[in-house]
């Protein structure tokens, strides 16, 4: 099995690679800096610059699958530049991928494209529970950008290609938020943000890891919610992370004005409510090793 990853230098990318490895599969991945063609061990890599639309098509030699984890970070405030960062880096990137396949002069034997996405496609709603089939009508900056992307992958079935568009939660995992929040643990800073009583949908690194490849495995088709069972308001997760850390949980919350005030249009993600089924994924036979919050802080955080 030879897989092409982009994002591959990411959180994600780099536990997809020491997985996979383990068994023996082949890995060639994108980079925008030709420093790091080597800097993955047991991978090749390749160039691309999305922005000026170029990629070596080299990269698809051989490839079964494409994982594509390419886009910027959301987490910093959201400048009218860095949106456009945002959008391109997940949107047009997949658009070249996509187009690429077309221009190539040998035929590909690519099976799969199997791509991120994210629950912050789905309305905030406190006590709506969301699932894959439900209708999809985005209002918002991250609902639009997250449903052009999910759009955008589709064009692959046009190459006879099994698409496939993972709706990530929050990971859990030793870098991104829990690392953020053990950071301000270590002052006594641990709270929740707005009222506290949105949902989190939240999903363990290694569980995440194990969807992608056994949605390559057992040729899965179409869109799943990649969240554990056990969603959780915000005030009862963050003071089981303040109990798994040994630190103290503040009182009151951070109100929303101030998040705002210092985020700006980015705090929406801080205080938005996403509760959201797992049930697709359960029935296709995945078992979560982290389905408990508790055990999944404890393995992270200690």
Partial sequence: ???????????????????????????????????????????????????????????????????????????????????????????????????????LKFTPKIKSFICASAIGIYKSEDNKIHYEKNKIY?????????????????????????????RIGLVFSSGGFLKIIKTFGNFGLISSFGSGNQFQSWIHIDDLIEIFLLSIKDKWDGIYNAVS??????????????????????????????????????????ISSHRVSSEKVLQKGFVFKYADIEKALKDILN
Wanted: proline share 4%; net charge positive; hydrophobic share 40%.
């Fill in 138 to 166: 985005p209002s918002t900056f991250l609902e639009k950008l997250v449903y052009d992307w999910e759009k955008s992958s589709f064009s692959f079935k046009k190459h006879g290609i099994r698409v496939v568009n993972l």
């Fill in 1 to 103: 099995m030879k897989l092409l990853i982009t994002g591959a230098t990411g959180i994600i990318g780099r536990k997809i690679i020491e997985r996979v490895v383990e068994n023996s599969f082949e890995i060639n991945f994108l980079t925008t800096r030709k420093s790091k063609l080597k800097s993955i061990k047991n991978a090749k890599g390749f160039f691309w610059n999305p922005n000026k639309n170029i990629i070596d098509l080299n990269c698809f030699n051989g490839v079964d699958s494409i994982i594509h984890l390419s886009g910027k970070k959301i987490s910093r405030r959201w400048t009218k530049k860095h949106k456009k960062g945002i959008y391109e880096s997940r949107v047009l990137t997949t658009k070249l991928l996509f187009n690429s396949i077309s221009e």
């Fill in 229 to 270: 069972p056990q969603p959780i308001n915000q005030n009862k997760m963050m003071e089981l992370i303040s109990r798994t850390l040994n630190r103290p949980y503040i009182m009151p919350n951070i109100p929303s004005f101030f998040l705002n005030v210092i985020f700006g249009e980015m705090s929406s993600i801080l």
